[in-house]
């Protein structure tokens, strides 16, 4: 069993904001292996089982508020018995990657976001893997400009930016992919590699 937890700001109200991209991770995995399975309610979450090309998964999004995500991912951990590290995957919006971007790493900081905060509480660490999709504006060498992180999370993307989040969440759900069926190096080695020309694949 794997576990992939998608974080985004629960309610219609958010739908369009930067706050729920790896929600939208999600979503893109069980709109492709859900097979008409219906969700539950489970660890205070919307939760679905699915198969990834044979191996057995079960997709997240909390529900509660962002800065209780730990409360969720800590309960799924503890009812499966699972390995941090090896099997769980939490995918989440990140300020700090330009819009279009999408990185994998085995573990680390939380960058200031809530949910990863709440999370690393809740597993007593913050080795385990984070699948991380930009949100960040693509001027000023990627780095968002001068902003109010709150109200930035929450903004809606532009039709640019809509495009570029696009292709993120189609690479990001491929690493999904990858994890769930070779292994966090796999996965890390076909999102993060360069592309010809130096420019790092998204």
Not at 81 to 108: E, F, N, S, W
Request: charged letters at 20%; hydrophobic letters at 40%; a neutral charge.
């Amino acid at each position: 069993m794997t576990l992939v937890v998608g974080l985004g700001k629960p309610g219609a109200q958010y739908t369009k904001t930067r706050h729920i991209a790896g929600r939208l991770v999600v979503d893109r995995l069980e709109a492709k292996y859900g097979g008409g399975a219906v969700p539950k309610s489970r660890f205070q979450s919307v939760a679905i089982d699915v198969s990834i090309d044979g191996e057995k998964c079960l997709l997240l999004r909390p529900t509660t508020f962002m800065n209780r995500s730990g409360q969720a991912v800590g309960e799924a951990v503890a009812f499966f018995k699972i390995d941090a590290y090896q099997d769980l995957l939490v995918v989440v919006d990140d300020l700090y990657l330009p819009t279009g971007a999408a990185r994998l790493r085995p573990g680390g900081g939380t960058g200031g976001h809530n949910g990863l905060t709440d999370i690393q509480r809740a597993l007593g660490g913050d080795m385990y893997p984070r699948l991380r999709v930009g949100v960040g504006q693509l001027p000023d060498g990627g780095k968002p400009a001068q902003f109010n992180q709150a109200d930035y999370v929450l903004s809606r993307f532009g039709d640019e930016e809509e495009a570029l989040l696009g292709g993120a969440i189609v690479s990001a759900a491929s690493a999904v992919v990858t994890w769930a069926t070779k292994g966090l190096d796999a996965a890390m080695n076909a999102l993060n590699a360069p592309k010809a020309g130096g420019e790092a694949r998204t």
